[in-house]
């Protein structure tokens, strides 16, 4: 059975998917991307208007996905800090693995060191609009 999630079903996917993917549009070039840094970051300060997809695949017959649209916002100061430790509670359980790249106590300090010499950016998406289908067999 094909349908469409609800306001709140939307509402919980965003809430509970941990990776999604940023499509932006500049200077007659469409990218989507899940990545950090780069080319996004250049076309989203050119249009701020992007969209936002997350999905829930269990198989082909079982999904749900979640596209929303909105404006891309940089942070700073206090804003950002409050940004990353929010992000930081968020990946916390899941960087506990000894195989990630990435342990628990180098995620702040990687923030704090890409605050000193990097370009870190971060940001919010305010959303206007979402839509949501699923599938279930």
């Not at 998917?17 to 991307?33: E, F, K, N, W």
């Not at 950002?80 to 790249?101: K, Y």
């Amino acid at each position: 059975m094909l349908g469409q999630l609800n306001h709140g079903e939307m509402e919980e996917l965003l809430r509970s998917s941990v990776l999604g993917r940023i499509g932006c549009h500049a200077d007659g070039r469409t990218y989507v991307v899940h990545s950090t840094q780069g080319l996004k970051m250049q076309m989203m300060r050119k249009n701020p208007h992007v969209c936002f997809e997350v999905d829930d695949m269990q198989d082909l017959g079982n999904w749900r996905s979640v596209i929303a649209w909105g404006k891309f916002e940089e942070l700073r100061g206090t804003e950002a800090d409050r940004a990353i430790a929010t992000l930081l509670a968020r990946l916390m359980p899941l960087a506990a693995s000894s195989e990630t790249s990435h342990p628990p106590k180098d995620l702040t300090h990687q923030h704090r060191a890409q605050l000193g010499e990097l370009p870190a950016v971060v940001y919010r998406i305010r959303l206007d609009r979402m839509t949501g289908r699923f599938e279930r067999r």
